[in-house]
């Protein structure tokens, strides 16, 4: 399956922390961001949560094959499920969550029919997804898997980044730190990077731009994302 953009940069962005033992990915697609985290880190255990069968069997096999089998682990299951069972809190737990607009440059059609067809179909699509996780369920569950001085990292469509923020708050999460991101300089943001904890307090602010013309990366994405792509 196809890996995107947004699995890159949550992976890359995630901080971690010495004392970070065990590791949440919700909604792992094929294990991308749960390999990053297990190439970055020391942490023991790292569990990763799949409900598309296809995507968990292919997550399964690149975690066997990756050399940080024996510190990873994949449940084919939904959230709710999961978080209704389990007892043993997380460190840090993160989450790609399917949402409405993936980040890409292609352009939509021109006629108005196709618009109307692909508002339609998008908007099934949307309907579909947020049926399987929705944002209430995500931050939810969060509530109940983070430790006390854990940490929970996501990325989501700078559109909606208040109301998830919002939502988070009634959790009682809160954000530490964001990153901004835009495809390049002239184009607007599409993307919130979010950290969030359990603390209140004055939020880290800052903002990432991907490319200073098509397939020609920024300095600071280089620096992100190097050690993850060949081609960087």
């Not at 947004?6 to 749960?34: C, H, M, P, R, Y």
């Not at 840090?92 to 059609?109: A, Y």
């Not at 949307?126 to 996780?133: G, Q, S, V």
């Not at 006390?148 to 730190?177: H, M, N, W």
């Amino acid at each position: 399956m196809k890996i995107g953009t947004d699995g890159v940069l949550l992976g890359a962005w995630t901080a971690l922390k010495n004392e970070t033992a065990k590791i949440l990915d919700i909604g792992s697609g094929t294990g991308i961001i749960s390999l990053m985290l297990a190439q970055r880190s020391q942490a023991e255990e790292i569990d990763a949560l799949e409900i598309d069968e296809n995507a968990y069997e292919q997550c399964v096999e690149n975690f066997e094959a990756s050399p940080w089998s024996d510190r990873l682990f994949c449940y084919h299951a939904g959230f709710k499920e999961f978080y209704d069972e389990i007892e043993d809190p997380y460190d840090l737990i993160v989450s790609n969550p399917p949402f409405f607009s993936p980040m890409s440059n292609i352009e939509p059609s021109t006629s108005s029919d196709s618009n109307d067809h692909q508002k339609v179909g998008l908007g099934r699509k949307r309907a579909r997804i947020r049926e399987t996780l929705s944002f209430e369920t995500l931050l939810f569950g969060v509530s109940k898997l983070l430790t006390k001085d854990g940490r929970f990292s996501t990325i989501v469509p700078f559109v909606e980044e208040k109301q998830f923020i919002a939502l988070a708050k009634r959790c009682k999460l809160y954000p530490q730190r964001r990153t901004w991101v835009r495809g390049n300089a002239s184009t607007k943001i599409k993307r919130s990077l979010l950290e969030f904890g359990r603390f209140d307090g004055q939020v880290q602010t800052d903002e990432l731009t991907i490319e200073i013309k098509r397939h020609l990366y920024t300095p600071e994405y280089i620096g992100l994302t190097k050690d993850f792509y060949l081609k960087m």
